[in-house]
């Protein structure tokens, strides 16, 4: 069963920063492909970050890149998010999701609010 909870979410002031973890049992991380969403109140979930199993190759969504890094620890079977720069439009639940190996979001965590203020 795998199981994954995010951790690190709150309040912060615009232009502050935020560190999340994704912390994984059941299964070894690093064999699979990891990634961050978020969906924010009355809006569609968002791809935010994903990276690769070795943590080589990382992508982003349009409105986080340059200010998100994600990044992995295969040995802590835990992904991270580091947030810098934070604007309102960033506050949403934040996901942490388990991908499947055709490349499609699996597992998925309980969620983490952040919520910036302006």
């Known amino acids: 069963q795998v199981q994954l909870v995010e951790s690190g979410g709150g309040l912060v002031q615009a232009g502050g920063s935020l560190r999340l973890s994704c912390a994984a049992s059941?299964?070894?991380?690093?064999?699979?492909?990891m990634g961050w969403f978020r969906q924010a109140p009355g809006k569609e979930r968002e791809f935010v970050a994903s990276i690769s199993r070795s943590g080589g190759a990382t992508y982003y969504g349009d409105s986080v890149k340059g200010r998100f890094t994600i990044s992995r620890d295969n040995a802590k079977n835990t992904m991270y998010l580091q947030m810098n720069s934070l604007k309102p439009e960033d506050t949403a639940v934040y996901y942490c999701?388990?991908?499947?190996?055709?490349?499609?979001?699996?597992?998925w965590g309980q969620g983490t609010p952040v919520t910036v203020s302006s």
């Open positions: 999701t388990m991908y499947n190996v055709v490349g499609l979001p699996n597992y």
């Open positions: 059941g299964r070894a991380i690093s064999t699979y492909t």
